[in-house]
């Protein structure tokens, strides 16, 4: 059946970069503390703790949860943790009993090994809890929709599926989490950014005109994934360098680029109509991704977003977002850890051509997405960011589809494309052919365009 989202266009209904993030910013949450506990007694009556299952122990899911912990007075308990790794598990547990004591009631009972451990951390919770969905993205559709079978609360990051046929899945997950009334954070922190929301506010008012032009820039040193060991298995080989394998996380351009994606589409509060693109792979160690992509994205009214995502050694590096209008730009993020956020009267991006900036340091938008959820669980708030997500997830999909086959892409194609990495995820096990083989000298194949079928 085809599907289409273009009359509900509107977008308003590093592997590092969130530890340095939360290093170099100490502000916090701004929900007050008075409001969280005022609304401790909405949750579970008798009992007011919240509790959290950790599904995926990287990085992201740790940080997750110790974001989760930031908020003031939220009474919320990391519960169960779930992984596919028992080393990784383990490492997550050891950080969070060291940083947050016994606000971690993970009993060695509730940590869950193996491709199923998703829903028995997630069968642990009650209803008003919460499952933190922090896999990478293959699985990210699947263990949605068991959560919401469920009928708990979500928390999941980004990327969320990695080709169309998952992305559907997700949609459809998320249609159904509305229809329960569940709330679902998704980890596009920058939409809770106040700096960026300030921004934003004047564009919508018209401080640029009319926006024609849009640019996007994720350009930094590379990606490496090492020649597997034959005795290394191959499914876990690839999960566990995930960035590099398109199946796994969508590779990086979905993986990490979908965030400046989301945040340009937010700016022009519509999803692009088409895309066409170009990129390759200059250094075969990136693994089965190219190593630089640019992408042209046509909004319906004809404004142009240009995404640019390159991970090479020594080359120009910047990590920044602009906006060109009629009267005006725009700095949308100067750099991750602070945005600066500004206005210029032209398009000379200079000291002397500053008409407004935002005038302190932005808010730390990790833990301002859970101050947000949490208190939306707890006082029964409407708070759904699953869709949303969702799109955004396309959008980049759809970029990724131009690149890797030298075609223009419409939103149709993208939306309704029956190309799929995995034809059974549900059922992957570390006996599965992996997706993607390497060739006799260890180096994995990439995307050629004019050849590669992505639509």
């Known amino acids: 059946m085809n599907v289409s989202w273009i009359g509900a266009a509107n977008v308003n209904g590093k592997a590092?970069?969130?530890?340095?993030?939360?290093k170099q910013s100490g502000a916090l949450a701004a929900v007050s503390a008075a409001t969280m506990s005022s609304a401790i007694h909405a949750h579970v009556a008798g009992d007011p703790t919240i509790r959290l299952a950790?599904?995926?122990?990287?990085?992201?899911?740790?940080g997750a949860v110790g974001d989760a912990f930031s908020v003031p007075n939220a009474p919320v308990r990391l519960y169960a943790m779930a992984d596919l790794f028992?080393?990784?598990l383990q490492a997550s547990l050891k950080a969070l009993r060291t940083n947050f004591g016994d606000r971690v009631e993970v009993s060695a009972d509730r940590c869950f090994i193996g491709f199923d451990a998703y829903q028995k951390a997630i069968d642990e919770l009650r209803p008003g809890d919460i499952a933190i969905l922090t896999t990478h993205s293959a699985f990210r559709p699947l263990h949605l929709e068991y959560a919401v079978q469920k009928g708990v609360h979500v928390?999941?990051?980004?990327?969320?599926?990695?080709?169309?046929?998952?992305?559907?899945?997700?949609?459809?997950?998320?249609?159904?989490?509305?229809?329960k009334n569940l709330k679902v954070g998704c980890g596009f922190m920058?939409?809770?950014?106040?700096?960026?929301?300030?921004?934003?506010?004047?564009?919508?008012d018209g401080a640029l005109g009319e926006v024609h032009t849009l640019r996007i820039y994720r350009v930094h040193g590379p990606v490496y994934v090492p020649k597997r060991a034959p005795d290394h298995n191959p499914i876990e080989f690839q999960i566990r360098a995930a960035t590099s394998f398109n199946w796994v996380s969508g590779g990086f351009f979905i993986d990490w680029h979908c965030h400046n994606v989301d945040q340009a589409c937010w700016v022009k509060d519509a999803w692009p109509i088409e895309a066409q693109a170009m990129g390759g792979r200059c250094f075969p160690q990136?693994?089965?991704?190219?190593?630089?992509?640019?992408?042209?994205?046509?909004f319906a009214d004809g404004a142009k977003l240009f995404a640019f995502s390159r991970h090479m050694n020594n080359c120009w590096e910047t990590y920044a977002d602009y906006v060109h209008g009629a009267n005006g730009s725009a700095v949308l993020m100067e750099s991750l850890a602070q945005p600066k956020p500004r206005i210029y009267k032209s398009q000379r991006m200079e000291k002397s051509e500053v008409v407004w900036e935002y005038p302190e340091p932005d808010v730390n938008p990790y833990h301002e997405e859970w101050a947000v959820l949490l208190d939306a669980v707890m006082n029964d708030k409407s708070h759904n960011e699953a869709q949303r997500a969702g799109l955004a997830n396309l959008t980049a999909l759809m970029g990724r589809m131009a690149a890797h086959t030298g075609q223009r892409v419409t939103w149709e194609q993208a939306m309704n494309s029956e190309f799929q990495y995995v034809q059974d995820i549900d059922h992957l096990s570390f006996d599965s052919e992996p997706?993607?083989?390497?060739?006799?000298?260890?180096?994995f194949p990439c995307p050629v365009p004019g050849e590669t079928k992505e639509i």
């Open 286 to 298: 990136v693994g089965n991704n190219f190593d630089h992509y640019c992408v042209e994205y046509t």
């Open 190 to 204: 920058w939409r809770h950014s106040k700096a960026r929301q300030a921004l934003v506010a004047r564009i919508r």
């Open 86 to 88: 028992p080393d990784r």
């Open 16 to 22: 590092s970069s969130r530890r340095e993030f939360l």
């Open 435 to 443: 997706p993607i083989q390497e060739g006799p000298d260890g180096v």
């Open 54 to 62: 950790l599904i995926g122990c990287g990085g992201r899911g740790t």
């Open 155 to 179: 928390f999941m990051e980004k990327s969320f599926a990695v080709d169309a046929p998952a992305n559907r899945r997700l949609l459809k997950a998320a249609e159904e989490s509305e229809k």
